[in-house]
């Protein structure tokens, strides 16, 4: 429940202050660039002088919206409270800008700003300073660069953000740590079976009725909320805009991030809604070793946050977590989505996005393991609950390749439970890989046909190919089988294939669902304004690059409609 102090804001109750956090993050020169005189006459036009006298406060953590404030004259002092106590971050003087990220992704500050000695400044708001990006793009690169590096030093520091408290195979922290890992929200999770943690709860609140707690400093925000009432508090949603976008993009996996870059740097409004956050499939993957351009492979994590701060920095709205549940084409031409979360929105088109979801094992009392022992993807937030202990993956194509390789370097043996007789599904890069690594052990013919736990996977049944089934203590069993488009929220005049895939472009030109006297446009669906990308798009190769390019497409697609609609110049995508 939320607690009754829960509006005021992160920054209201300001213990002690302790010296800094023993790093100088000055040194860093592209987190702190120090603008020259020239860059600073620069900047000034886009925003508004303004002065501060000693202590005065330029922003509080938990302040949104808040603003950037390029230092003229004087010193101010970054402060952290998400400890408990009052630690001074950093300082610094003339030159130097304050912000971070969150300008863009409009949370709230998780840091404060106090003049030290009396300040004279230039303020900045966001949309100033996209605009400034737009207009003075090699300054502008300066600060989005220091305000995606200020993160990086944030999160590789001791600074804590929100603590989580809750035990390690509770679901419902679980779900929590899930949600703050997927939207990037700096966090420490503490598990309460451990004592110690324990008693740290305990000096803020003894008498904790449900799980997780989650707190800031030595505050306690929340016990047990909801998906919603986390959202909420933390910005990563706001009220549904009341605007007709151009274009809504359903799902952010790689190919509905990838349609919100090309969207909204190509000028359309996009608004991109998703079940959890960004990264789709794509974010449950520790290593990417087949995109382009990053030969020594990329984390699907950092690739999906990348992207995602690609697409907030050309303009693209995000509402997450918001799970489409109805899509609905008006008489006026317009789309309606509506979200189990009791919104709706509209748009001029849609793009569908929402990708697959991973195929479940059909073996009794395997659903209630779900999240606590039993996974479908393979993290650092699943491996350290894994650490030095046996697990399992089932599965023989690229995913269940790439979890065994992954776990082998936390858990201690990785059994690959494979059902043929060979790994030939698996890219040869990796399957090479799989079979000369000494801590993955690969069972031909070997297949899961129980669990064992209650509250928590305690061990698995395996029929081995000889038929004998042998009993063995597992920490986590990973199933990587196949995967279900998830379309079933789509009006039936969105035509799919027989698995659920939808048709688009020339598979659909012919069907009887299709009236227009135009041919459809390359990846448009049988509904006109209605486009597809990525692995829910029948025919698709299921990777990551293509994803991306499929989203690309997709909004070339959504150009070519408008064009149309709107009678204006449109690009030839059907050649
Ligand atoms: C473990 C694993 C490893 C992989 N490794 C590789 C690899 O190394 N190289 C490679 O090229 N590919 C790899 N892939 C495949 C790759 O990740 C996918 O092809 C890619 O993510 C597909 O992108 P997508 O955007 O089409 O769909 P998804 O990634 O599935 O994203 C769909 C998004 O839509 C959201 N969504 C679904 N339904 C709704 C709804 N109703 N309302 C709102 N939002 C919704 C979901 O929350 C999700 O975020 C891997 C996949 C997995 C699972």
């Known amino acids: 429940m939320p607690e009754s102090g829960e509006s005021q804001p992160l920054g209201a109750w300001l213990p002690q202050e302790k010296p800094g956090l023993g790093f100088g993050p000055l040194a860093d020169e592209v987190a702190f660039p120090r603008l020259n005189e020239a860059e600073i006459a620069e900047a000034a036009p886009f925003g508004e002088r303004c002065s501060f006298a000693v202590n005065q406060t330029l922003f509080s953590a938990g302040d949104y919206p808040f603003n950037s404030h390029v230092i003229i004259s004087g010193t101010v002092r970054i402060i952290d409270i998400s400890t408990g106590s009052r630690v001074v971050f950093v300082r610094y003087g003339a030159g130097y800008f304050t912000g971070d990220i969150d300008l863009f992704t409009r949370r709230p500050s998780m840091v404060g700003c106090e003049a030290e000695t009396p300040v004279e400044a230039i303020r900045l708001t966001p949309s100033q300073l996209r605009e400034m990006f737009t207009r003075k793009p090699v300054l502008g690169e300066k600060f989005w660069k220091s305000f995606q590096y200020r993160r990086r030093l944030l999160l590789v520091s001791t600074f804590r953000g929100l603590t989580v408290y809750g035990r390690k195979g509770d679901k419902a922290t679980l779900d929590t740590v899930e949600l703050l890992f997927r939207n990037s929200v700096p966090h420490d999770w503490l598990d309460t079976s451990v004592e110690e943690n324990r ?90 070793e087949n995109y382009a351009g990053f030969p020594d492979g990329v984390t699907g994590g950092d690739l999906a946050h990348l992207t995602y701060l690609q697409a907030l920095k050309f303009g693209a709205d995000f509402h997450v977590p918001s799970t489409v549940t109805s899509l609905e084409k008006r008489s006026n031409g317009l789309f309606r989505a509506r979200t189990m979360e009791r919104d709706y929105v509209v748009g001029r088109t849609v793009i569908v996005a929402t990708g ?127 995967a279900k488009p998830r379309t079933d929220f789509l009006p039936p005049s969105i035509v799919r294939n027989d698995k659920g895939f939808l048709l688009t472009g020339n598979e659909v030109a012919h069907l009887p669902e299709w009236k227009e006297p135009r041919p459809p446009c390359n990846v448009e669906t049988s ?49």
Do not use: W
Not at 356 to 385: K, M
Not at 538 to 547: C, E, L
């Open 199 to 288: 008693r740290k709860l305990e000096q803020m609140r003894e008498d904790v009725q449900s799980y997780p707690v989650i707190s800031h400093g030595n505050r306690v925000l929340f016990e047990a909320p909801t998906r919603s009432q986390l959202a909420d508090y933390l910005h990563l949603r706001r009220n549904m805009p009341d605007q007709t976008y151009d274009v809504l993009i359903l799902g952010a996996g790689p190919s509905g991030l990838g349609a919100a870059v090309y969207a909204a740097s190509e000028g359309l409004s996009a608004l991109v809604l998703d079940a959890l956050g960004p990264g789709g499939q794509a974010g449950s993957t520790s290593r990417i």
């Open 356 to 482: 697959v979801s991973y195929a479940l094992l059909d073996v009794e009392g395997l659903g209630d393991l779900q999240g606590v022992g039993v996974y479908y993807s393979a993290t650092v937030l699943e491996a350290r609950l894994c650490k030095s202990s046996a697990t399992h993956v089932v599965g023989a194509g690229n995913s269940a390749g790439q979890a065994a390789m992954f776990l082998s370097q936390f858990a201690g043996e990785v059994s690959l439970l494979v059902r043929g007789n060979d790994l030939r599904k698996i890219s040869s890069y990796l399957s090479g890989r799989v079979q000369a690594n000494k801590r993955v052990k690969i069972r031909y013919r070997s297949e899961i046909v129980g669990v064992e736990g209650r509250d928590h996977i305690l061990g698995v049944r395996i029929r081995e190919p000889g038929g004998e089934i042998v009993s063995e203590p597992t920490a986590g069993l990973f199933v990587f089988i196949g």
């Open 527 to 575: 509904l006109p304004g209605v486009f597809a990308a990525g692995d829910c798009r029948s025919g698709t190769p299921k990777r990551v690059a293509f994803a991306i390019g499929d989203g690309a497409a997709a909004v070339t697609s959504v150009h070519n409609f408008l064009g149309r609609a709107l009678g204006q110049h449109s690009i030839d995508d059907r050649e």
